[in-house]
């Protein structure tokens, strides 16, 4: 199984209406590609303030195709949603892991 994480930090400005976006129209778009098997949806508590609100997105998937799959067909649209509609307002850095047990 594979582990793709997506850590975001978001702007306190525009939290509230983001989480919102996140919960309704991001993430079910994301489950949405039929790749992803389970997604969880993190925040980070111990933080020292930087002007946002840090989260971690975990979806998991099947197989390292599954993710090529997700990077080459789902990937660019799903991600420039995001940073045309919060421009300046986040910042975020991918991880991908291989679940070993």
Known sequence: MILYSITVNIDHQVHDE???W???KHVPEM???GLFVENKMLRLL???DNG???YSFQ???KSMEDYIRYEN???PQLQMAHAKRYDGKFVTFQTLLEVVD
């Open 18 to 20: 983001w989480l919102h």
């Open 22 to 24: 996140m919960r309704t």
């Open 31 to 33: 489950m949405a590609t």
């Open 46 to 48: 111990n933080e020292f």
């Open 52 to 54: 946002g609100i840090t």
């Open 59 to 61: 979806y998991y998937l």
């Open 73 to 75: 067909d789902h990937a």
